[in-house]
C-alpha cells in the first residue's frame, strides 16, 4: 500500500472507485446520496477526515443502519478507493401498541385518574425498508377507546437519478367522546355510548431533496369530519355555523434546512423549516397559516451542549371553526411546565432553551436478544436545565381563557434518555409562570425537529 504524505495539505487524489459492503437489502444509491464522494472527484487530502466522518453521520442519518463505516483505500500515488460498511437493521416489525386518548401522560395520569378504559390498543406492521429504497411502509389499526386505521408510504427517490420522490396516507377515526371547547385553558368533554365524530384524511405528496441538507415539498390533502347533533348543540364553532358536516382540501408547501449531526438526538447544527398551508378554498373554511421553526446546537465541550428553538404559527382568516384552533398544548408544541393546559388562539410563539451534560455513554448488550444486527445498544443519559416562553394571540375565544394573551415562561430540571432505533424517553420537572410546580414524562425530542403529531 503507497502511503500519502499528510504534510502535503495541497496534495490532491482522485476517487478512482466506491465500493459498498453489507447492504444486502439496501439498494447502493441510497447510501451513495449520502456520502460526499463521488467517482472521478478530485479531493484534497486534508479535507478527507472531515468528509469521511460527515459521510458517516450523513449514511447513520437514514436510520436504515445501527453500524456505518467510510474509509479510504490507496489505489496508486494520485488515486483512492472509498470503501462503504453497514450494517442493517431489522425493517420488518409487528407493531403493538398501547397508547392513550388523551393529550399526553400526564393528563391521563392526574387529570383522568389513570383509567383503564381510557387506553387504545394497537397492532399493526412498519416496513421501513420495504423494497430497499428506503420506502417506509405503515399499518396501524387502533381499537379501544377509539377505533382508528391507518396506512401510509413514501418513496424518497422514484428512481436512482432523480432528487424526486413522493407519498400518500390514509387515516380513518371514530370516537366516542370528543372535547367540543375550551374553557379555563381546559378541554371539556362530551362522551356518549355511540359515535359522536367520524374523521377521515387522506393526502398525496411530492418532495424533492435537493442536496444531503435541503428538503421541499408539497402536500395535497382531503379532510371529511362529521360530527353528531349534540355536538353541534353544544358549540355551534365546531366546524362553524352550527355545522355537521365540515369537508375541506390543504394545500401544503414545505421547506426544511436540516444541518444537524444527528438527526435522532442533534448536539451540534442548525435546522430550519417553513410551511405555508393554504386551508380551504372560499366557502366554509378559507384560510392561509404559516408556520417557522428554527434551531441552534453547539457543544461547549465533549459533555456539555446548549441548544435553542424559536417557533411561530400564524393563523389567517375571517372564521375560525374550533375544530382548526390549535395552538400550544398539542403534540410536542407547548411551554414546558404548562402540559395540563391549552392555550388556543390564532397566532403562537415558542422559545424553548437547553444546557445539558451527558453523564452516562454506555453500549449495553442486550440479555434475550441474539441478533447480529443487535450486538450492543447504545445508551446516552444527560442531565438538564431549560427554560421556556411562549404567547398566544386570541381575539375570538379568550374571555374564558386567561392563559391567551398572557406571557407564558418556565424552568425546570429534566433527564433525557437516548438510545438507538430511534427513541428519546424524557423526564421533566417545571415550575411555570404560575407557581405550579410538576414532574412530566414524554417521549420524543424536546426541541423538536420532526413532525411530533401522529397520522392522526
Request: proline letters at 3%; charged letters at 20%.
Amino acid at each position: 500500500m503507497l502511503s500519502f504524505s499528510l504534510q502535503a495539505q495541497h496534495v490532491k487524489v482522485s476517487v478512482d472507485s466506491i465500493s459498498i459492503t453489507g447492504n444486502n437489502k439496501t439498494n447502493d444509491h441510497i447510501i451513495l446520496r449520502e456520502i460526499l464522494f463521488s467517482v472521478g472527484d478530485s479531493v484534497a487530502i486534508s479535507r478527507l477526515p472531515g468528509m469521511l466522518d460527515t459521510s458517516i453521520m450523513n449514511v447513520l442519518n437514514t436510520r436504515l443502519f445501527v453500524e456505518v463505516y467510510v474509509n479510504f483505500q490507496p489505489l496508486n500515488r494520485n488515486s483512492i478507493i472509498i470503501t462503504v460498511d453497514v450494517k442493517e437493521r431489522w425493517y420488518v416489525y409487528p407493531q403493538f401498541s398501547l397508547s392513550l386518548a388523551d393529550r399526553n401522560f400526564n393528563v391521563w395520569w392526574y387529570e383522568k385518574d389513570h383509567k383503564l378504559n381510557r387506553l387504545e390498543y394497537g397492532v399493526g406492521m412498519v416496513a421501513f425498508n420495504l423494497t430497499g429504497n428506503n420506502d417506509p411502509l405503515r399499518l396501524n389499526f387502533v381499537f379501544g377507546f377509539a377505533n382508528k386505521f391507518a396506512a401510509s408510504y413514501d418513496l424518497p427517490f422514484f428512481n436512482e437519478k432523480t432528487k424526486l420522490g413522493g407519498g400518500a396516507s390514509f387515516a380513518y377515526q371514530t370516537n366516542r367522546q370528543v372535547y367540543y371547547t375550551t374553557k379555563e385553558n381546559a378541554q371539556v368533554f362530551f362522551e356518549s355510548d355511540e359515535n359522536v365524530r367520524k374523521k377521515i384524511k387522506a393526502d398525496i405528496n411530492l418532495h424533492t431533496r435537493n442536496n444531503i441538507f435541503y428538503t421541499t415539498g408539497i402536500k395535497l390533502q382531503f379532510n371529511h369530519v362529521e360530527i353528531t347533533d349534540s355536538i353541534a348543540h353544544l358549540n355551534p364553532d365546531y366546524l362553524g355555523g352550527g355545522r355537521k358536516i365540515l369537508d375541506f382540501p390543504v394545500v401544503s408547501l414545505h421547506f426544511a434546512d436540516n444541518h444537524t449531526d444527528n438527526h435522532q438526538y442533534p448536539l451540534q447544527g442548525h435546522y430550519f423549516e417553513a410551511e405555508i398551508n393554504k386551508i380551504g378554498f372560499g366557502s366554509p373554511v378559507n384560510q392561509v397559516s404559516i408556520a417557522l421553526q428554527a434551531n441552534g446546537y453547539k457543544p461547549l465541550s465533549s459533555k456539555f451542549f446548549i441548544a435553542s428553538m424559536l417557533a411561530t404559527k400564524m393563523n389567517f382568516s375571517k372564521d375560525y371553526p374550533y375544530y382548526l384552533l390549535e395552538s400550544l398544548g398539542y403534540c410536542e408544541f407547548f411551554v414546558r411546565g404548562y402540559e395540563y393546559y391549552v392555550v388556543d388562539g390564532q397566532h403562537t410563539f415558542l422559545l424553548r432553551n437547553n444546557i445539558k451534560w451527558k453523564f452516562i455513554d454506555w453500549k449495553v448488550k442486550p440479555p434475550i436478544i441474539q441478533s447480529d444486527k443487535i450486538e450492543e445498544i447504545p445508551v446516552q443519559v444527560y442531565l438538564k436545565l431549560f427554560a421556556d416562553a411562549g404567547y398566544v394571540i386570541d381575539n375570538y375565544y379568550n374571555g374564558e381563557n386567561p392563559l391567551s394573551n398572557s406571557f407564558l415562561y418556565s424552568a425546570g430540571l429534566g433527564i433525557d434518555i437516548t438510545s438507538s432505533y430511534n427513541w428519546v424517553f424524557r423526564l421533566e420537572s417545571a415550575v411555570n409562570a404560575m407557581g405550579e410546580l410538576g414532574v412530566f414524562l414524554h417521549l420524543g425530542l424536546d426541541l423538536t425537529t420532526y413532525e411530533a403529531c401522529s397520522i392522526w
